[in-house]
């Protein structure tokens, strides 16, 4: 174990560990509550460990991860982590994410620098040594710090994360560390019964690694009967009143209500000696916004290439879903993939969007989008690819037909998007992106300085190829203006069309920092144009 800042007595821990199956809503479980201590008035700080031997999430494939969450300083994560931004309203760092890769990694590189002495590098203590470590370091200056650890309990690759949790209870006082179990209970539709063997199983899996859980949540497709919660009580040796039921709600925004109405807001007021009674009136409003029968629906168009994964998009769909909530309209998802695309498709929405990706599979579809967008004036938001589609379409409409992409077309002459300075020959490496916090200059007076309502902003990155500026006058004539840039003007940010209800793209990722309560001016945006 490295040298560690001593920590104050009163810092709390609460580890949420899963079982049965990954996927059960460990990161809605944490971040839930975390809005419920947040509410209470306690300041509180968020860390997902994955125990994947991967460095990061930035080469992990999005169709059976899901989306790479990017923090502010760059960090390619878990899709958790966007869970615990909307939710807690925080911006987080690379610390706030832990992969055992990483952590591998530096002990690793430590070990050939002859840190160790000649000792023997084992699992037991240095990995879970590194592990405390990075919890201790993400916790610093919190009230109560939440550590979700990502997969399921008896994973092999997870067992020096249940061990270092386990352990860190002896770091800081048993009374200081709350461990709450996220497990799923399943409906047999032949015998039409709730069977908790499985959960059983799983709290049996965690007492055998020396942990006791504090709480259970149960997690279940449909509510089920109390006598489920006893008997995971029973089996479990955790009170009745520790055990949640958490069914499949309407909105996941739900979830710190049933929380707060729930044993484990006793049990988590105990812990951190605060009586308070939370303030959920953000939540209750939000709820509200969810479930209002809308006077009006608007359609948008998502044209995506992973259509049968949502998690490849939840960003996306969190940052339309609370751009309607604002506009007091109901957002119908109308998924439109990308390598069928047609104007029939097109024609179907109020609305089209185009978010981010790589490679070149469905990029002819989304260019049609954009195209359709241009011809038409069909209200249009694109993000990061969806701002460089939108610039071949234009640049295409103008008589450059073979305008592309080297990303689509490496032998390209017309590459009106080409690979940044720097970034060739990595096109297939992990953290070499341009990734994290930019800021931007806005052209005073255009759709996008109205939008945001300032000409300075600052959004997150994520991609690698830029918008080649030998080819504006192309561009131009095709209908789309610079609208945004760098601030030293060398990297175009934002354009949109000129003479357009609503076609604005950037080569940014602003659905990262929406939120619930907050949703981001270009989605709200595009809602409104979608209205009209």
């Not at 990017?70 to 615990?84: M, N, R, S, W």
């Not at 055992?100 to 070990?111: C, F, R, V, W």
């Not at 200056?141 to 979700?148: K, P």
Request: glycine residues 10%.
């Amino acid at each position: 174990m490295g040298d560690t800042k001593p920590m104050g007595k009163k810092q709390k821990f609460i580890f949420v560990t899963g079982g049965v199956l990954s996927g059960v809503g460990k990161g809605i479980s944490a971040a839930s509550i975390g809005a419920v201590l947040q509410a209470k008035g306690l300041k509180v700080s968020i860390q997902k460990c994955d125990p994947y031997l991967n460095v990061d999430a930035g080469l992990l494939n999005p169709a059976e991860h899901g989306e790479c969450f990017v923090t502010i300083d760059g960090a390619e994560t878990d899709l958790d982590l966007g869970h615990y931004e909307r939710f807690l309203d925080l911006e987080l760092t690379q610390k706030n994410a832990t992969l055992s890769g990483k952590l591998m990694q530096n002990l690793i590189a430590d070990e050939r620098a002859g840190k160790f002495g000649g000792k023997t590098v084992q699992l037991v203590p240095h990995l879970t040594g590194a592990i405390q470590d990075a919890i201790a370091e993400a916790a610093d200056g919190a009230d109560v710090h939440i550590v979700e650890i990502g997969g399921t309990v008896g994973d092999y690759e997870g067992l020096s994360f249940i061990e270092a949790i386990r352990e860190f209870s002896g770091r800081v006082g048993r009374e200081n560390c709350l461990y709450v179990h996220v497990v799923y209970v399943p409906f047999i539709g032949t015998s039409k019964e709730f069977k908790s063997k499985p959960a059983q199983n799983a709290l049996m899996d965690l007492r055998g690694f020396g942990i006791v859980p504090d709480c259970v949540i149960v997690r279940t497709d449909e509510p089920a009967p109390v006598s489920i919660a006893r008997k995971i009580s029973m089996f479990s040796g955790v009170s009745e009143d520790a055990v949640i039921m958490l069914a499949n709600a309407s909105t996941v925004f739900d979830v710190p209500l049933t929380i707060a109405k729930s044993g484990i807001h006793d049990v988590i007021s105990r812990f951190t000696n605060n009586s308070k009674k939370p303030n959920l009136a953000k939540w209750q409003k939000i709820v509200a916004a969810h479930t209002s029968k809308h006077r009006k629906n608007v359609r948008i168009g998502l044209v995506a290439k992973y259509v049968d994964n949502e998690d490849t998009y939840i960003s996306v769909l969190e940052a339309l879903k609370a751009a309607g909530w604002q506009e007091g309209v109901g957002v119908d998802i109308h998924w439109i993939n990308a390598e069928t695309a047609s104007k029939k498709d097109f024609d179907s929405v109020d609305a089209l969007l185009v978010p981010g990706g790589f490679g070149g599979r469905g990029i002819p579809g989304k260019i049609a989008a954009a195209r359709y967008a241009l011809k038409y004036k069909k209200p249009y938001l694109g993000l990061c690819l969806g701002l460089q589609v939108a610039v071949i379409a234009s640049a295409r409409l103008a008589g450059l037909r073979s305008a592309n992409s080297t990303e689509v077309d490496a032998d390209t002459k017309n590459d009106v998007v080409y690979i940044m300075e720097g970034q060739e020959g990595k096109e297939s490496t992990g953290g070499t992106l341009r990734l994290g916090n930019y800021d931007a200059k806005l052209v005073s007076g255009t759709k996008t300085a109205k939008t945001y309502g300032t000409t300075k902003v600052v959004e997150r990155h994520r991609h690698r190829y830029e918008v080649n500026q030998a080819f504006i006058e192309q561009i131009e004539k095709g209908g789309l203006v610079i609208s945004g840039t760098s601030p030293d003007g060398k990297l175009v940010e934002f354009v949109e069309a000129k003479d357009h209800p609503y076609m604005l793209a950037t080569q940014a990722h602003p659905e990262l920092k929406s939120r619930p309560n907050r949703p981001h001016p270009l989605f709200v945006g595009l809602i409104k144009a979608a209205k009209r």
